[in-house]
C-alpha cells in the first residue's frame, strides 16, 4: 500500500505529541485501521489515527501466512479486519544449535533427581522455541513500532509470542475491551492545547465525581435517584464564574439549571463506567443501584460461583470472569458490566465467599 500523507494544516506540531499519552503507549488498534493511518509530513514513521500521533502498536490474530529466513520469522497475522505483515527477529538462543553431545547423559541426571543447569536451560530453550515458532492457524500476539516498507505497512516486532487460548476467553476479552479503547481515547481527538475553559470543566466533573463517591460511601447508600443527589453538586455550579466583563457583551449559554443537570450526567456516567453503579433496568424512572451496596447482586454472583465451580469443567481452575460475566447479564440484569462484576468479585474475596485461583478465576470456598 502508499502510506497516505497528512495535511500539514490539519497535523498537530510535534512538540505537542508528548501530551497525548497514546503517543508513549503501544496502541491496541484494529490492523484495519493500523492500515489506513496516514503518516506524518514531519517525523518519518510517526503515523495517526484521529489526530492521535501513532508510534507503535499491540495486535492480537491469527497467523494466515508464514515465512522463515535465518534471522527472522515472517507472519502474517489477522484479527479479522485485515492481515499485516509481522517481522520477527529470531533471538540469539533461537539461533543456536542444540549440542547433542551431553544432552543425554545431562537429561538422565536430571531425571533421577539431581540438578542439572544445563539440561534446565536447554528445557528453557526448548520452551521459547516453541513460543516463538508459530504455525498457520495459532493465535499470535506482537508488539512493536509500525514501518512502511516498499509501499506495505508492517509491524517490526519487539516482543512476539504464541498465545495459548483453547477455550478463546484471550480473544473474548480481547474484542470486548478494545472497543471500550476506541470509544474512550481513540475515536476522541486529542486536547493538546485545553483551554482555561476546558480545564475548569474538567476540575469541576472530577471534583463532582469525587463529591458523590464520597456521599455514597459515607452514608452506605444503595440506590437512589438522580435527584436525590444533584443538590450536592449546587456549590460547584455556584462557583463557576458567570459575569462577562465590562467591555464584553453577554453572551448566551446553558443556564444553571442546564448545567448541574450536564454535570450530574456526566458525573454518573464515570461512575458507571468505574463500575461504582449500575441501573438494574434501563427505564425512564433512572434508579441507580450502588454495586458493593446491592446485596441481591452480591448473592447472585457467590450462588453462580458456587453452583458453577462444581462442574467438571471448572472443578479444577474455577470460572473464568467472562463465564462469570456472561451468567449474571443471564441470570440478574443485562446491564451489569465487567468493571462492576470486578468489584463485586473483589467485595466476596474480602469477605472469604470466593477466592481467586489465578488472575481471572474463582471459585467458591
Sequence with gaps: MQAAAMDP?????????????VFSAFARLYIRDILEMTES????????????????????????????????????????????????????????EREPSKSGAQLSAAAQGGFEPVAELQKLRRAQRTRCHLEIGELLRVRGPVKTSRQQREIKASTYYKVSDPVMAVQISWMMEAPQLYRQCYDKAPQLE????????????????????????????????????????????????????????????????????????????????????????????????????????????????????RREKYVEKGCHVLHILSAVRQRYSLNVSRAALELVLKTLECNSDIISTSDSHYTAI
Design 194 to 309: 485545553p483551554d482555561a475553559a476546558g480545564d475548569s470543566a474538567v476540575s469541576s466533573l472530577s471534583r463532582a465525581t469525587k463529591i458523590l463517591k464520597d456521599f455514597l460511601k459515607q452514608k452506605s447508600v444503595s440506590r437512589f435517584r438522580p435527584y436525590d443527589v444533584q443538590d450536592l453538586l449546587q456549590p460547584l455550579i455556584s462557583s463557576q464564574p458567570q459575569a462577562a466583563s465590562a467591555d464584553q457583551e453577554p453572551v448566551a449559554g446553558p443556564s444553571a439549571c442546564q448545567q448541574l443537570r450536564q454535570l450530574l450526567k456526566e458525573a454518573l456516567q464515570i461512575l458507571q463506567d468505574e463500575g461504582a453503579v449500575y441501573r438494574k433496568v434501563k427505564s425512564q424512572d433512572e434508579v441507580y443501584l450502588v454495586t458493593v451496596q446491592d446485596k441481591d447482586l452480591l448473592v447472585a454472583v457467590k450462588d453462580i460461583i458456587r453452583e458453577d465451580s
Design 41 to 96: 509530513t514531519q517525523v518519518p514513521g510517526i503515523y495517526f489515527y484521529n489526530l492521535h500521533p501513532i508510534s507503535k502498536v499491540d495486535v492480537l490474530g491469527t497467523v494466515v501466512y508464514k515465512r522463515e529466513r535465518e534471522d527472522f520469522f515472517c507472519y502474517g497475522v489477522d484479527d479479522g479486519t485485515g492481515v499485516i505483515n509481522c517481522l520477527c527477529w529470531k533471538s540469539d538462543l533461537l539461533k543456536e
Design 9 to 21: 494544516a490539519e497535523e498537530p506540531p510535534s512538540m505537542l505529541w508528548g501530551l497525548d499519552p
